[in-house]
């Protein structure tokens, strides 16, 4: 049985391993490719593949944002033209940088993930499990697959995330404690991290990126260029039209807007 597939990643080099690889085991057909969230909803449903190849992160829709839409839009047709069989959502298999707790989750859920840099082996297993939930009718349904990823996700993200951040600082990749990190900021598309005791630069793309990595109870987005620790406000300095910055406890005493949408999360969080 050949799989007609696309492959779905941000990063042109990524697309070509994967895809020499998938060339080399033979069985399955690479009918399109595209690098972000968008193209990805828009070739599943031109092409309706068997699989897709799709990266966890990318700018814009992440891999996650990809699955909701699609399965808003089948719900939706289903709603408009009851009784009318639709074609079924592809297998989605995951690829990520990160091994972290999403992994562990799509691989109990049956929906599978690959590790970049991509391994012969572990893609060749990847289609095998494909191939072999097609085969297995009704109850092994790619939807129910990812209605249950979705569903555990949902419930396990508050928990696990990891203690620990890979921060450069010039040449060096440093492991900081969350505790430590006392903001983060988005200039041009670099993300400063500022600690107690130094300042350095995260691999994430994006502050969404970089909030699936921190502990939502302590880091909060109080502005669009802003990820704060709560821990290490400082103080609560009131601003020009009832806005507000925080001053934060890093060795600057920097000066943290907060946007008028967050406004009122900081008067609870505070009791303002």
Sequence with gaps: MTLSALIIDDEQLARDELKYLLETLGGVEVVGQGTNGIEAVDLIE?????????????????????????????????????????????????????????????????????????????????????????????????????????????????????????VQAQNRLLLVDQAEICYAAIDEGVIRVMTLNFEGQSKCRTLEELLELLDPAVFWRAHRGFVVNINHIREVVPWFKSSYQLRMNDKKQTEVPVSRSQTRRLRELFKL
């Design 46 to 166: 031109e092409h309706h593949p068997d699989l897709v190849f799709l990266d966890v992160q990318m700018p814009g829709l992440d891999g996650f944002a990809v699955i909701q839409r699609l399965r808003d839009r089948l719900d939706a047709r289903r709603r408009a033209h009851p009784g009318v069989e639709e074609e079924p959502l592809p297998q989605i298999i995951f690829a990520t940088a990160y091994d972290q707790y999403a992994v562990r989750a799509f691989d109990v859920n049956a929906v599978d993930y690959l590790l970049k840099p991509f391994d012969k082996s572990r893609v060749e297993q990847a289609v095998e499990r494909a191939k072999s939930r097609l085969a297995g009718g009704p109850a092994t349904a790619p939807e129910s697959q990812i209605d249950a990823l979705l569903r555990l996700l949902n419930r396990t993200q508050p928990n696990h995330q990891p203690a620990k951040l890979i």
